[in-house]
């Protein structure tokens, strides 16, 4: 391979590599300008000369096959003609007086994404603080573009579908919550704490996220969100998600499980309660043998089967209902079936689905739930436990916004980086 060619292979623009040499397990590439084509940084003039003698800088540079690559680059000191200002020759793979070059500084930011900065530290060698300078110079440039473009694509959506949730930073004392493009997948914003009041300062501070126009919203059944959700976007249908509202029942039935093993013998209560996991799976889900073996657990109570099957007739109900009115229809019927049964534990349960029948028939207005902003919120939380928490807020958040929204980072940072 000729030496014009090393330049190019290695990702260098406008230089000429001179020579090759060993030092150590260190790889040391001589390169120089190939022309004196810099503008003065002053007047902005093209008359440009040389200016006394000439130094040398070296650079760290990605590997080569496991070799550390340095590049001594030639510094050339410059003179203006027009307004003899003085300045060295800059190169466009290095800022400054950096002495890592840009490749290496974003090869730092892909292995810390997803790891910790500790790990691509350690692959590349690097000093601990350095790594972690240059992360968090590419997180905080690369977060606020993300965050944007992912508002953007949010106000451009002919139908857009909100989810809101909070996730924990201290559980029982510190929350956040997320406010999520369903339909685009991605994080518009991290609010912080989740009291009315908290959220009122957040949309305040964020009108793009106010001037949305949302076709619907979907959360949780807590009392600020769809207050929140009225005062913001009263235009929007308020959609109580599906999966925590199957969980008002699950517990009903957990808790007419917990009530029926006392009644039975030890080795009947310890086989129920090694399987208490049937009980919460659909049945339609489940193999052939887990419903013979479920069968033998429902034949230990009543109560259990009947309120087993009526946590069978909500998911039917999710998944069967035809349309709106219908599904109104047949959400009456399975109150009055679970009024009619009786049962303390379920009679309680049904106060929930009494007093928000209209959010909880939403859903088959629009057939959307909040399983992927659970599953940012696992990010999240994944990320709070590998980085040991963060105390600075706004790189928190940058982190977040990189984190849950992968595809929009990576796409900015090709760009950044094109």
């Known amino acids: 391979m000729q030496l014009q060619d090393i330049g190019k292979l290695l990702g260098l623009q406008d230089v000429k590599v001179k020579k090759i040499s060993h030092e150590s397990s260190q790889a040391i590439i001589h390169i120089e300008p190939s022309v004196i084509s810099q503008l003065c940084p002053c007047c902005q ?41 003085t300045f060295v020759h800059s190169y466009s793979f290095v800022t ?26 350690e692959i590349t060698e690097t000093p601990y603080t350095t790594a972690e300078r240059f992360f968090k110079e590419a997180v905080l440039r690369i977060a606020p573009m993300t965050t944007a473009a992912a508002q953007k694509m949010a106000a451009d959506s002919a139908k857009l579908i909100l989810g809101i949730d909070d996730f924990a930073i201290r559980k029982g004392h510190n929350y956040n919550t997320g406010i999520h493009d369903l339909r685009g997948e991605s994080l518009l ?94 049945n339609d889900s489940i193999s052939e043998a887990e419903k013979r073996h479920l069968e033998s657990l429902l034949a230990y109570s009543d109560d259990l089967r009947t309120v087993y099957e009526l946590k069978e007739m909500l998911t039917d109900w999710y998944d069967l209902s035809a349309n709106h009115c219908s599904a109104i229809i047949g959400y009456q019927k399975w109150l009055d079936k679970g009024h009619s049964l009786n049962i303390p534990e379920v009679d309680n349960a049904l106060k929930t ?36 928490f963060l105390r600075n807020r706004t790189f928190y958040e940058a982190l977040i916004a990189i984190e849950c929204n992968k595809e929009i980072a990576t796409y900015v940072f090709r760009a950044l980086a094109a």
């Open 189 to 282: 914003g991290v609010a912080k704490g989740r009291t009315l009041a908290e959220l009122d300062e957040y949309m305040e501070n964020n009108p793009q996220l106010a001037a949305l126009q949302p076709f619907a919203v979907v959360m949780d059944l807590a009392r600020n969100y769809h207050t929140f959700t009225a005062k913001y976007f009263p235009n929007a249908i308020r959609v109580a998600d599906r999966f925590h509202v199957n969980g008002y029942i699950m517990d009903a039935l957990n808790e007419v499980r917990r009530r029926v093993s006392k009644n039975l013998p030890p080795q009947a209560r310890t086989v129920l309660k090694r399987n208490k996991h049937l009980l919460n799976k659909r």
């Open 353 to 388: 689905f009494y007093n928000w029948r209209a959010e909880i028939c939403n859903y088959h207005l629009c057939r959307f739930t909040n399983g992927i902003v659970e599953g940012r919120n696992a990010k999240i939380k994944s990320l709070q436990r590998r980085r040991f």
């Open 96 to 121: 400054g007086k950096e002495r890592y070059t840009t490749a290496y500084k974003r090869q730092i930011y892909r292995l810390s994404i997803g790891a910790t900065v500790q790990h691509s530290s």
């Open 45 to 85: 003039s093209t008359a440009i000369i040389k200016n006394g003698k000439d130094g040398h800088r070296r650079i760290t540079h990605l590997r080569i096959a496991e070799t550390q690559c340095i590049l001594l680059a030639l510094s050339q000191r410059l003179k203006c003609k027009t307004c003899t200002a």
